[in-house]
């Protein structure tokens, strides 16, 4: 069993920078592949970026060059940088994992809000 907590989000402005966090506990943290989704209001919820344990990225093209994602295994924790933010970024934003070998996200985060004001 994992638990996933967010934190980082809140009110910025458009071009402004933000990262999340998502303090991970449970037992090997190291071997989830991680991801950060977003749901906006009245819109379906979608992938943002994920990492493998291995590091290895992927984004969504609406993201590629502003977001970055990263993990520290050590402290169990993964990272959203987020830069040149826009207003449709807006959304609730959660972490979830899943083992490398499992196709579906198992184990879900509670989200933390990101508005981006114009």
């Known amino acids: 069993q994992v638990q996933l907590v967010e934190s980082g989000g809140g009110l910025v402005q458009a071009e402004d920078s933000l990262r999340l966090s998502c303090a991970a506990s449970?037992?090997?943290?190291?071997?989830?592949?991680m991801g950060w989704f977003r749901q906006a209001p009245g819109k379906e919820r979608e992938l943002v970026a994920a990492?493998?344990?291995?590091?290895?990225?992927n984004y969504a093209d609406s993201v590629k060059g502003r977001f970055t994602i990263s993990r520290d295994n050590a402290k169990n924790t993964v990272y959203l940088q987020m830069n040149s933010l826009k207003p449709e970024d807006t959304a609730v934003y959660y972490c979830?994992?899943?083992?490398?070998?499992?196709?579906?996200?198992?184990?879900w985060g509670q989200g933390t809000q990101v508005t981006v004001s114009s």
């Open positions: 990492i493998t344990s291995g590091g290895s990225t």
């Open positions: 449970g037992r090997a943290f190291s071997v989830y592949t």
């Open positions: 979830a994992a899943r083992r490398e070998w499992v196709f579906a996200y198992e184990y």
